[in-house]
């Protein structure tokens, strides 16, 4: 393997774990946060993290990876002069467009927060409208980096920018709580303006460092013909516009949920207040959990991409489908116990961490949890399509399946005997149709019958296991003690204990699963021995 191999894959390693670590920071996150701010303050925080995803999808989101493309094809020709060019472009391009952003979004804050019905929102989104631009600067710098192959400076940006929203957001809070929820929300969002901030400055002291370095490979290119402005900016634009359009549908179903969500609460006879609480009890609350399983099937995802064209680029179709199948299996190992762990512990889970709440915030999990199964299933399949460059695939699917939900969501939520359950239910068999039809496309491009049965045949069980040890243990404990977070805590170790090792004694987990955890190789070479694992 050569040096620059091992370069690359060093720094998507370093990458990725610190995606992890940004991803697990931020869902973690959320649940103290929602202690703190109640159900009406995270309702004001979600709406104005959504609009600042889906506006924060044009610039930071995007541009980067046509910039990283640009750069890396210009330093391979030998013209870091040109891919430095390309950076202070890109730098001007990206301080344009997140000023512009930013600008708009303060400017339109009000309009914006009584279209979405939900005016309390107001200063949540004036709080979060600077982060447009400071997000934006770090971009640049994150692109030309990961342009050159060093994925470092972007996973130390990543991690510190993480570090600062999630400690000056607590900060801020604990500032303005007493002054209401409206303000302690604003305070929380506006971490996030402090961490591109962080971010930035992070990058800056990082190119800094490196650049000596730079500009002695720019000085070997002097005298040679450079590329115009108008040219690097229209190559970066065309690159972008397909990666935006498929970026934001997500943001765009999440704020048309905000919308359908608040009015449809308020058409079956809901207070808007009571509304708002009901929205961030669902999707500021409730989703916290929904999302922390899927940190790891992104990680899968970004994995499957390369080795799925690999072995497609080998014309070893074989290959192909064991990997899509072992990836659909570690997705359900994932999916499957997460899902029936949270509808089973719904209640308890949700008493315990926000005992102040009202009983529909653990009836709001237990209708969400089921679409861990298929969101995990989503980013997996996602991840096998695109490494077979069917990256068209997925997208449409998922247009598809956030259709279903939003028919789903606003004919169930204005019915007053089903109301935020009816958003749930949405989510769930939107996310079901979108990983159905994912999985009908990889059947067809792959023209081989995958063995559904055997994929899904042992995890299954292993999950019934354990959702029987969680709701029996619970009920034990519970009565025994009259305490629910001990019952809680104790019935969640239990059925972890139960669920690895029925997995274990019916053979349900392979050496290559196995290897993917942390100690994981040791530990099958141990179980290899007795038996245990394949």
Request: glycine letters at 8%; a positive charge; aromatic letters at 8%.
């Amino acid at each position: 393997m050569s040096s620059s191999k091992q370069s690359f894959l060093k720094g998507a390693v370093i990458l990725a774990a610190a995606g992890v670590i940004s991803k697990i920071l931020g869902a973690i996150y959320r649940i103290p946060l929602g202690q703190l701010i109640e159900s009406e303050g995270m309702g004001y925080y979600q709406t104005a993290y959504l609009i600042y995803i889906l506006l924060l999808n044009f610039s930071s989101s995007v541009i980067p990876v046509a910039i990283s493309k640009l750069v890396s094809e210009k330093i391979g020709m030998g013209r870091r002069d040109e891919a430095h060019r390309i950076f202070k472009v890109s730098l001007v391009m990206l301080t344009c467009v997140g000023l512009g952003l930013s600008g708009i979004l303060f400017m339109f804050a009000g309009k914006l927060v009584h279209l979405l019905k939900n005016p309390g929102a107001y200063l949540s989104v004036l709080a979060v409208a600077p982060a447009l631009f400071t997000v934006s600067l770090s971009g640049a710098f994150r692109g030309y980096f990961q342009g050159m192959q060093n994925m470092t400076p972007s996973a130390v940006s990543q991690v510190t920018e993480q570090i600062a929203r999630v400690g000056i957001g607590f900060v801020l809070v604990f500032i303005f709580l007493p002054l209401g929820y409206t303000q302690a929300a604003a305070g929380a969002i506006f971490g996030t303006t402090v961490g591109g901030l962080i971010s930035f400055l992070t990058l800056l002291f990082l190119y800094r460092k490196k650049k000596p370095d730079i500009l002695s490979g720019i000085r070997d290119c002097k005298g040679l013909p450079s590329e115009s402005t108008a040219s690097i900016i229209s190559k970066i634009i065309k690159f972008s516009i397909p990666i935006t359009i498929g970026g934001s549908i997500m943001p765009i179903m999440g704020l048309l949920d905000v919308f359908i969500v608040m009015d449809r609460l308020q058409a079956a006879g809901f207070s808007q207040a009571m509304s708002n609480s009901l929205y961030g009890q669902l999707t500021g609350m409730a989703t916290s959990f929904i999302n922390l399983p899927q940190v790891f099937t992104i990680a899968l995802a970004a994995s499957l991409v390369p080795t799925i064209s690999q072995s497609l680029a080998q014309n070893d179709k074989e290959g192909v489908k064991k990997k899509s199948e072992l990836g659909i299996r570690i997705s359900l190992l994932i999916g499957l116990p997460a899902a029936m762990g949270l509808f089973i512990l719904a209640d308890p889970i949700m008493t315990m961490i926000y005992p102040k709440e009202s009983y529909t915030l653990g009836m709001a999990l237990k209708y969400l949890a089921p679409s861990i199964i298929f969101l995990t299933l989503v980013q997996t399949l996602t991840g096998i399509l695109q490494g077979m460059g069917k990256q068209n695939v997925p997208v449409v699917n998922m247009i598809i399946g956030a259709a279903v939900k939003l028919v789903i969501s606003y004919s169930l939520t204005s019915i007053p005997s089903i109301n935020i359950r009816g958003a749930a239910l949405g989510t769930v068999i939107g996310y079901a149709v979108s990983a159905i039809l994912n999985l009908r496309s990889l059947v067809k491009y792959q023209k081989s019958n995958m063995n559904f049965f055997r994929i899904t045949l042992k995890p299954l069980v292993a999950t019934i296991a354990m959702t029987a040890t969680a709701y029996f243990s619970y009920r034990f404990i519970f009565i025994s003690t009259m305490k629910n977070s001990w019952a809680t805590l104790i019935s969640m170790c239990l059925a972890a204990f139960i669920y690895a090792i029925v997995l274990i004694l019916i053979k349900g987990v392979t050496e290559e699963e196995l290897a993917l955890a942390p100690g994981g190789k040791r530990l099958s070479s141990t179980l290899k021995k007795r038996g245990f694992i394949k």
